[in-house]
Each structure stands twice: as C-alpha cells, then as structure tokens.
C-alpha cells in the first residue's frame, strides 16, 4: 500500500469513526497530513490550521492499524474540542477513551536523541601524539606504543605515560 492509498484509508476512517463513536459531530473539513519528523508523538491535531498529521515513521514501523488507532486519538481531541471540553489528556479523555476502545498513549518504540558522549584526549609528553579514547584512563595505566616501541623497547615506559589533555564533548 502506497503512502496515499494509506491517507484515503485514513479519511475514510475519519468519516466512519465519525458516525460509528462521534455521533456525526465531528466537522468534515479536517485534513490528514503524513509528518516525517514526529517520532516521540504517533500524530498530532492542530485546531487553528484545521489539520491532523500523522507519524510516518510510526506508520512505516507499525502498519495502518497504528495509524487508524493515532487517527481515533486525535478525533478524540477533536470530538472534545467541538464540544467546547477541556481537550487535553485529561481524567475525562481517558474516560471517554476507554469507552472507545481509544489508545491514550502508545508503547512504541522510536529512536530519542542520542544523548552527547564524551569522549577523552591524550597526549604523548615524548612525541607529542594525541590519542582519543572512549573512557578515562586510570592514571598512568596507559603509555604511548610509538615511544614504548621506538626508545624503549617494546616495555611499558613511564616516561611515555600519556597525560589527559581534555575531556570532548562530541555532538
Ligand atoms: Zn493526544
Ligand atoms: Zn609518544
């Protein structure tokens, strides 16, 4: 199923859902939009633009069933909205949710921002060579190999103890 028989699925839904769960309540004039970007939301409704969208992610990941259920949700918010109700996840959203058979929250998994990892630069006192490792090193435990190798012969040197020059934080 292409990406836009999906969408045709989606509002054929809507109107559906509309006299199956909302009474006909609903207005007619909301558009379904696919949003590439959501990830931590399944879908999201906008009143002012008049426009509900929808995780493509989620949907690529899940299948239409997730999306039908993101789309009840959010026609949930709207059939509160219309009637003028606190529209939130509120204790009534959940209650008329649950009537419903309404997902209030979904249990997928998405990809969160990598949190930033540090990472540690060392630098040779002999030559000068600068080495990044993932964790600090315990002190003095690590030599430079080069100098070790090259003035020392092959045995671990204090003299080429390489020093903490500074802790990285990559992006
Ligand atoms: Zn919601
Ligand atoms: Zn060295």
Redesign the pocket.
């Known amino acids: 199923m292409t990406d836009d028989d999906a969408l045709a699925r989606l509002y054929h839904h809507y109107r559906s859902v509309n006299r199956t769960q909302f009474e006909s309540l609903l207005p007619n004039d909301y558009r379904i939009a696919w949003n590439p970007l959501l990830r931590r939301l399944t879908g999201r409704i906008t009143y002012r633009d008049r426009l509900i969208e929808i995780s493509t992610f989620h949907y690529h990941n899940y299948g239409l069933a997730d999306a039908l259920a993101t789309l009840e949700h959010e026609l949930l918010h709207l059939y509160l909205h219309t009637r003028r109700l606190p529209s939130g996840h509120n204790a009534l959203f959940k209650r008329e949710a649950a009537v419903r058979g309404i997902r209030v929250f979904h249990a997928n998994h998405y990809p969160r921002n990598q949190p930033p990892r540090d990472r540690y630069l060392y630098e040779?006192p002999?030559?000068?060579?600068m080495v990044f490792r993932q964790r600090r090193l315990e002190r003095s435990r690590i030599a430079?190999g080069?100098?070790c190798r090259s003035k020392a012969s092959g045995a671990w040197d204090a003299r080429?103890t390489l020093r903490l020059v500074e802790k990285v934080r990559m992006a």
């Open positions: 040779c002999a030559c000068g060579r430079c080069i100098c080429f």
